[in-house]
Every structure is written in structure tokens, then in C-alpha cells.
């Protein structure tokens, strides 16, 4: 059993960088993988990055690689969304996610979601 709180949303211009935090409850975070997703307004819920659970494996959409790194630590229970170069594009509810398996990708396979956090980018 996990529960998965998103903050750090906002509102930023173009070019520039918002830090997303999920915080995790429960003692065996540590074997559970974590992504991060996304849904534009009035489009499909889309995948942004995930990490394993030690953080020695990390993956990234298409959209986002080279401008989105994905942390975590482990001792707080929290894993990270560094975001960086944020277009208008980025803007979107962004939703963390936990498994212990998942398919990194896919969002369906991830049985833990948090509520989302808003992040909008000024064009």
C-alpha cells in the first residue's frame, strides 16, 4: 500500500523550470518503481519518465528527453520531476505513479496515483 502526494506545480514562462516532488508513504518505497505522467487539456494522459526503485534505471518520452531529468530519494521517500526548457506543450496536470513491476510506460500497469499537481507554461 502506497499513497502518492504530487507538489510543486505553478505557473512559469516559457524557458523556464518548475521541480516537481512526489512524496510516497509506507517503509518499502524503495521496491516500488515510480513514473511520472502527464495530460495536456483536451488530450490523452501521456508518459514523461520513470525510475526503478534503487534509481539505477531511468527512462523518458520522447517529448521530454534532454529537458526533464527523474530523481529519487529513497530516505524521504520522495521522487523528483526536475524540469527544465518548459514549452507551452508541457503544460498538463502531472500525475506520479508506483509499482512494484510495472511496465514503465504504460500507465495502466501502475496501481498507486497521486491527485496531480498543475504546471502551466506561459508562451
Known sequence: QVRLVESGGGLVQAGGSLRLSCAASGRTFSNYAVGWFRQPPGKEREFVAAIDG???????????KGRFTISR???????????????PEDTAVYYCAADLN?????????AYWGQGTQATVLS
Open 54 to 64: 534503487n534509481g539505477g534505471s531511468t527512462y523518458y518520452g520522447d517529448s521530454v
Open 73 to 87: 530519494d529513497n530516505a524521504k521517500n520522495t521522487v523528483y520531476l526536475q524540469m527544465n526548457n518548459l514549452k
Open 102 to 110: 510495472p511496465v514503465y510506460d504504460t500507465d495502466s500497469y501502475y
